[in-house]
């Protein structure tokens, strides 16, 4: 895989450089973005090009507009965002590969950055007809001499500017998306251990891949989020109104023998903070895991919970976090994921790799008021770290490795 670092020695003054960034941050409904980091982690790599002449065009996605533009899907306010970053005007073309975008790239100069509009306003970049995702994505590679894969959140998409791109232009992996990728072969090549990984989130059937690998891989496994409710079940006891996967049952009670005949350690909240309704001012009490009321529903693992699970983190010397503990966007339902943040932050101190996996755990630290060098790495992409943890080939990684 060629680096950002190769090209540079190569030199680029002058080059026209295609960067695909992740540049698919959370807005609020004014069109503010609530989570930067995803921009954040796109400076290094765009700066490096530009401080060496490159002539930057900067293309990326936004949410899920399908196929045509969409005023509220606007990459404005990321580019916005990115020049302010990089302290230079970043231009946004009113299209994608169309005259504005064009025109845009034809005037850079040396050192300058274009944006184009978001990838998915052109219905061939998710196409899942191979002939129309390459007929876009010729289109993209008409505008550079150079392609930089810097998306890592969209590493797992076979998508025109991931994939078909990079078949089109020389190609190099990004400053981020080397970065990504070296902190997760640290996490499946020998590990070292204990190896404890913490899953939350809403739904275990997004993350059943992943659980059947790391029933291979790591030591302990914590579970809170929603999901559990469909372990709590598998174990016999009723849930109420929290939420429930009842056709993963039988699954997880199949994870459940599994990691006992391996001697993985799974570890269950005890107590829950389980409510009346999915609101900040429904009533609410702590209750035992194993007897949650019938109308009430689960929105938080209880306090007793979260200091075992951060027992659990403590003599840890490898940590993967994806997902939330609860409802942590609502204040009475934030303790879990606090404490979880709270034990990784420990442990990081005390000498763990700890590597929180992108999306909703991001943000929920950042939420929370945490600094991203508190943790060893905050991944951009949730999606992309998990497939990757699942053993998955990725397109956007594996077309990288070919000539
Ligand atoms: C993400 O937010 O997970 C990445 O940007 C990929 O976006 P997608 O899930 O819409 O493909
Ligand atoms: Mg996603």
Sequence with gaps: ??????????????????????????????????????????????????????RVVVCAHLGRPKGAP????????????????????????????????RALVDG?????????????????????????????ARELAALADVFVSDGFGVVHRKQASVYDVAQLLPHYAGGLVRAEVDVLQRLTQDPQRPYAVVLGGAKVSDKLGVIANLLQTADRLLIGGGMVFTFLKAQGHEVGKSLLEADQVEVVKGYLQQAQERGVEIVLPTDIVAADAFSADAAHDVVAADAIPADRMGLDIGPES????????????????????????????????????????????????????????????????FADDQFGHISTGGGASLEYLEGKALPGLTVLEQD
């Design 108 to 136: 850079l100069a040396d050192g300058q950055v274009a944006m184009l509009e978001n990838l998915r306003f052109n219905a061939g970049e998710t196409s899942k007809d191979d002939a129309e995702r390459q007929a876009f």
């Design 306 to 369: 979260a200091k075992a699970f951060a027992a659990r983190l403590a003599d840890a010397r490898t940590v993967f976090w994806n997902g939330p503990m609860g409802a942590f966007e609502m204040a009475p339902y934030a303790a879990g994921t606090q404490a979880v943040a709270e034990a990784l932050v420990e442990a990081t101190r005390g000498g763990a790799l700890t590597v929180v996996g992108g999306g909703d755990s991001a943000a929920a630290v950042r939420q929370l008021g």
């Design 70 to 101: 969409e005023a509220k899907y606007s990459l404005a306010p990321a580019a916005a965002r990115l020049g302010e970053l990089l302290g230079a005007d970043v231009t946004l073309a009113r299209d994608t590969v169309g005259v504005s975008a």
């Design 1 to 54: 895989m060629r680096t950002l670092d190769d090209l540079l020695a190569n030199g680029v003054r002058g080059k026209r450089v295609l960067v695909r960034s992740d540049l698919n941050v959370p807005l609020d409904a004014d069109g503010t973005i609530t989570d930067d980091g995803r921009v954040r982690a796109s400076v290094p790599t765009i700066e490096a090009l530009t401080g060496a002449g490159a």
